[in-house]
């Protein structure tokens, strides 16, 4: 089985699918299933650098379209499901009592910022919309942060990996070597912090909760 990350599987996956594939991964992502959007970003841009058989720009329109799409369909799932479907179902698709606390919580402390900052933040990434839509945000504020966030993360990591990746080329040896490693170690750093963000967060709502009529019924 070819590695996801090959230059021959990437090579036959963009001839057969070119740009659109990345564009329903995104999408698909958005509306809450757990698929790797953004390895696939970074993975097309770097594609992009090393063998310039696809536009680094036509990846960024890619994903920026399909993050915007994706959250604007999983804002719909959300807001037709509402907030009792989602307790309910949602462990199904990963959504669990703790997750739907931390969302609700967010939310209710910071608003509209949290859809345009969870684009960078894994697990927010996949439940964000549908929590917006089940919590009734006004639509025209989420479409804004929305399209805010879909920019700057798609565009963002595309053309930082993208140019990465043109760097890395121009150097070699050890340089190149050492360099790549750096880059390895900062994107792990933020790994972690995400995941302890994460789990403090988590923590806090569960206090919050105590003292919240309208946190409590979302209490495993």
Request: charged share 10%; proline share 3%.
């Amino acid at each position: 089985m070819h590695s996801a990350f090959s230059i021959d599987f990437l090579t036959n996956l963009f001839s057969h699918y070119g740009y659109g594939v990345i564009g329903v991964v995104v999408m698909l992502e958005s509306m809450g299933l757990p698929l790797p959007a953004e390895s696939l970003l970074i993975t097309s841009a770097l594609f992009c650098a090393t063998t310039h058989r696809l536009q680094i720009e036509g990846v960024m329109i890619a994903g920026i379209t399909g993050a915007i799409m994706g959250d604007n369909f999983g804002y719909l799932i959300g807001h037709g499901l509402g907030l009792h479907m989602l307790g309910k179902h949602g462990p199904k698709v990963g959504l669990t009592p703790k997750r739907l606390l931390l969302g609700r919580y967010v939310f209710l402390r910071h608003g509209g910022s949290v859809v345009f900052f969870g684009r960078f933040i894994a697990i927010l990434r996949m439940f964000v919309a549908i929590m917006a839509g089940a919590i009734r945000m006004p639509w025209h504020t989420f479409l804004f942060y929305n399209a805010l966030g879909g920019i700057f993360w798609a565009g963002g990591y595309t053309l930082c990996a993208y140019m990465l990746g043109n760097e890395i080329l121009r150097l070699s040896g050890w340089i190149a070597i050492g360099f790549g490693v750096l880059a390895c170690a900062v994107i792990l750093t933020l790994l972690i912090f995400f995941k302890r963000n994460e789990k403090r967060l988590t923590e806090e709502a569960m206090q919050a909760a105590q003292q919240d009529e309208q946190l409590k019924a979302l209490l495993p």
